[in-house]
């Protein structure tokens, strides 16, 4: 839950980005610690536009670590503002044809976030962190929310194929399905070394919950997953449409 302080932060940036993209209907987003009330860190923020350029994103990255510095917040830029701090609908549709992450042997595969400067630079991390942003209990600051949900429903039902593809499809529990968006059962590595869900992060967890019970019980019932016993797996053929794609 959002603090008052936060909440004053959030729009005085919000303000900020709506100067510098007043023709744009930018949508502006918190996600991370500060949708949780926790005021010791930075602020994780992103906009979204119809379009940007690198200037733009430049312009934006300066803004934000501006706004960090003069609010006298901790600088968080392992990954560089400019890669996290904008987006446009092409970046979204581009996350949900082709999910940013490698197919091996006809399934997906997650690797573990590699902290070097290159990967940190990537598009594959930009992607990444797009694709927690839409799944995560991220909270609209200004901007149409209705937009930004159609495109939340998307990546929930990419999120599905992908983990399921990766562990197996097999039935699981719902909450055997949120253990693995937590850690990677294979390797060990979890949180923001994974897919960034953090298990000490309350309220994402309940949206977690919610949100994957909701999602399976409407797409059993669209035939996208098959339901056995109170456990869950992917239709195979729906998986498949989309590491085709």
């Known amino acids: 839950m959002l603090s008052e302080k936060i909440k004053k932060l959030v729009n005085e940036y919000a303000e900020l980005i709506k100067q510098t993209f007043s023709d744009d209907e930018p949508i502006v987003i918190l996600y991370g610690s500060g949708v949780e009330g926790v005021e010791t860190s930075d602020l994780d923020l992103c906009t979204i536009v119809h379009n940007y350029t690198e200037e733009d994103a430049k312009k934006v990255g300066e803004i934000t670590k501006k706004f960090h510095i003069e609010n006298g917040m901790k600088i968080d830029n392992e990954v560089p503002f400019e890669n996290k701090v904008i987006y446009s609908f092409l970046d979204f549709e581009k996350v949900l044809m082709k999910p940013p992450f490698q197919i091996f042997r006809r399934k997906f595969y997650i690797p573990p976030i590699e902290k070097t400067e290159e990967y940190l630079k990537s598009k594959t991390i930009k992607y990444r962190l797009l694709l927690y942003v839409l799944t995560a209990n991220s909270f609209v600051v200004y901007g149409n929310e209705k937009v930004l949900n159609k495109y939340r429903k998307r990546a929930w039902e990419i999120l599905i194929q992908v983990m399921f593809s990766y562990i197996g499809n097999e039935f699981i529990s719902k909450e055997e399905f949120l253990e693995n968006l937590f850690k990677n059962q294979f390797n060990g590595v979890e949180g923001e070394d994974f897919l960034g869900y953090k298990r000490e992060y309350k309220d994402l967890c ?40």
Do not use: A, V
């Open 206 to 245: 309940e949206h977690l919950k919610r949100t994957i019970s909701e999602c399976f019980d409407e797409q059993t019932k669209k035939g996208k997953m098959l339901k056995s016993n109170g456990k869950y797996k992917c239709n195979p053929e729906w998986i498949k449409r989309t590491i085709l794609i």
